[in-house]
Nanobody, 121 residues
Framework: VQLQASGGGLVQAGGSLRLSCAAS????????LGWFRQAPGKEREFVAL???????YYADFVKGRFAIARDNAKNTVYLQMNSPKPEDTAVYYC????????????????WGQGTEVTVSS
C-alpha cells in the first residue's frame, strides 16, 4: 500500500480543514489507518486512528475537535480538523498500522508524504 496525504494549507484558528490520505492497492480495507503530525523541532506524534472495523481512536488533545473517517470504496482516509489552534500547526502524515500501540510511530508503516497545515491566530 502506498499513501499520499493532501489537503493541507493555511487556515485560521477556529476554522476548518479536511485532510485526505489516498491509498493505492487492493488491501486498503484490511488496515488500521492512522494520522500523525510533526511540528518543527518536535517528534512525530499520534493524532488519530481508525481501525479496519471503523472504530476511531483519538489523542486527547484533538478529542472533540478532529474527526477521522474512512471510505474504503475510495481507498481514502480523512481527517476533519474543526476549530484548529495555532499549536496544531505541523506536517500531517498518514500510515498503516501493522501491530502495537496505536499511538506509537513504530507500530506503523507505509508512511505517505505529509501535508503541511499552518493555523494562524
Amino acid at each position: 500500500v502506498q499513501l499520499q496525504a493532501s489537503g493541507g494549507g493555511l487556515v485560521q484558528a477556529g476554522g476548518s480543514l479536511r485532510l485526505s490520505c489516498a491509498a493505492s492497492g487492493r488491501t486498503f480495507s484490511r488496515y488500521d489507518l492512522g494520522w500523525f503530525r510533526q511540528a518543527p523541532g518536535k517528534e512525530r506524534e499520534f493524532v488519530a486512528l481508525i481501525s479496519a472495523s471503523d472504530i476511531p481512536y483519538y489523542a486527547d488533545f484533538v478529542k472533540g475537535r478532529f474527526a477521522i473517517a474512512r471510505d474504503n470504496a475510495k481507498n481514502t482516509v480523512y481527517l476533519q480538523m474543526n476549530s484548529p489552534k495555532p499549536e496544531d500547526t505541523a506536517v500531517y502524515y498518514c500510515g498503516t498500522r501493522l501491530r502495537g500501540p496505536p499511538y506509537e510511530t513504530s507500530s506503523y508503516t507505509n508512511w505517505g508524504q505529509g501535508t503541511e497545515v499552518t493555523v494562524s491566530s
